[in-house]
């Protein structure tokens, strides 16, 4: 009998979003007890920003040169690396309970293997793999899926039905008439994809997809391996908590986050020396990632706005944390606290005030890019506690499941495991983390790369709609922590930026063309 | 879509268009004179109005209608000879909203890619 693993995500939550990093909001005891038992990275960074792309990072190990989802609405191909399935290969039964997206949600074709699987109620789909043999879509076993709400081809949103078919308007409507991310505003203060969600908490994703995964672990016999991806939705816009837990967090009474330029002019200041396409957004003119609802302008984003996204967000966060406790103390039950591995993070942050702006983007700085991330190796394994402040990314998550499972490092997979320490990520080639963007969504084409390494981001953006290729971004992250003095044209500093941008392009894999097709906006 | 077979074979499938759910990621397809309708895997089905069918030219055009969500609509299928005894098979979608517009492109290169497989074996 080995290590089992539970790999807990969340989805757009902020690295302060935590107790243990800091935050000071929303409760997290859970969470934080596992960071003090285990391994906490303060410099984490997702290879991309929005969700398909840095979720395929995790499942591949791979950038995302490599594994060709470059936007959302790129499929990850059916025959992409897993590591799921090198699990299962290795005896682990595997199951993926929550919001997966590899494959894109607007389906109506219904081409897609998680929409046929959610939409039929099935537990996986079988596909012959390159051996010849039957093998489960992307090694999951057993697939329960949700997604932000109540639609949707997943097995949540049958659920929901079933409960009552009415439950499913209580949320937010995420698209609007035109299929575009919905700009409408709601709560108390008119801010945009926030609503007051009139559905019992015992019906909120966030608790089924807990439900699932402890319904999952009890059908499996004591002795077997496990590899369990329990990924929540929240706290991903729309904000629609339940209506009930509202209390937890009054608005009213919450500070502006640091992040959060109270002054118009020194914000519209801050904005104007980042590359353009910053400002363009800001004022309205320039929408580049559909997430990002396109007919909402950020110069509208109220103070009382940012402080009643930021409540809402935090109570999901505590909702979250109460959901893994609850899986946490079945595992205890089970007799297998000892033996599981528990890896905690997300797929990116959002920006939720910060630059006056919310949702996310081609932005690469921390409100976006520092991700929450715990590793609490098994108890069995005798890993000591510790704080990691060199710079690792979800890719090398799949090294990491790897080596837990007593496994090499997988072929496909283009970084160490993490590291169980500083020292130790130095020997491992934990140096820097790269992050990229893609756009080109209605002839909107973005395109920046990312560096970070040695307390230092540096972002060159890619000639496209709005860039010519001279323009970047270079932030000093120990003297300049909001990232609100933007450095790239400083001569200064000159020399450091083309160093980084030499190791930034040295170190990030070849493209793999020709690129795979868009076929859907998310 | 480069299909390595020539043009009046490629239109012999891709101009009859009550089947071309045997290609196109569809359930089924239903002509009536100037009318078509369409029902996707998921169930849903749209009303198309048949605005070209030129078997000289090897054009098939059609327009969704009767949906109040998709505000305009035409979408074109051209099979073009390569002059050297191939086909090149053209898909092309106009359409509000337009985020669904890339949702049939997408399924128009799985169909197109289905056509290739389907005529170069046969």
Redesign the interface.
Known sequence: MGRKILFITTDQQRYDALGCNGGGIARTPVIDALARSGIVYDRAHPQNVVCMPSRSTMLTGQHVSTHGVWMN?VPLSSDAPSIASDLRRAGYRTALIGKAHFE?F??????FAENRIG?GGLETEMIIGADGLPAPHRGFEHFALATHGGLG?FHYARWLREKNPAAAAMFFQVLD????VNAEGGGDTGAPQVKHNEIPREWYHTEWVADQTIAWLATLPADADWFCWMSFPDPHHPWDPPKSELGRVDWHELDLPPGYIEDAAQRERVLDDKPRHWRLWYDGTFVSN?EAPAKWVPNTLTADNVREINAMAHIENELIDEAIGRVMTSIAARGWGDDVDVLYTTDHGELQGDFGLMFKGPYHVDSLMRLPLIWRPAASARVAPSRVSAPVGLVALASTFASIAGLPQPDYAESARLPHDDREAASLGHERVLTEWDSVL?GKIVGARTVCRDGWVCTTMLPGTVHDGTEGELYDLVHDPLQRVNLWHDPRHAAHRDALLDDLWSSLPARVLPLR?????V | MHIDRDPDTVWKLVGDLARQHEWF??ASCRVEGKKRWIT???G?TFEEDIVTHDHSLRRFQYRIVGNP?ITSHLGTCDVLDDGRGGSVVVYSTDM?????A??I???A??GLANLKRILELA
């Open positions: 609405g894109p607007i389906d109506p074709f219904l081409r939409s081809p008439q035109q299929l575009q559909y209605f097709p868009c076929d859907a906006p | 990621p569809l996707l895997r998921t849903i969500g509000e909203p337009a985020a669904l890339l949702v492109g997408g399924a290169g799985e």
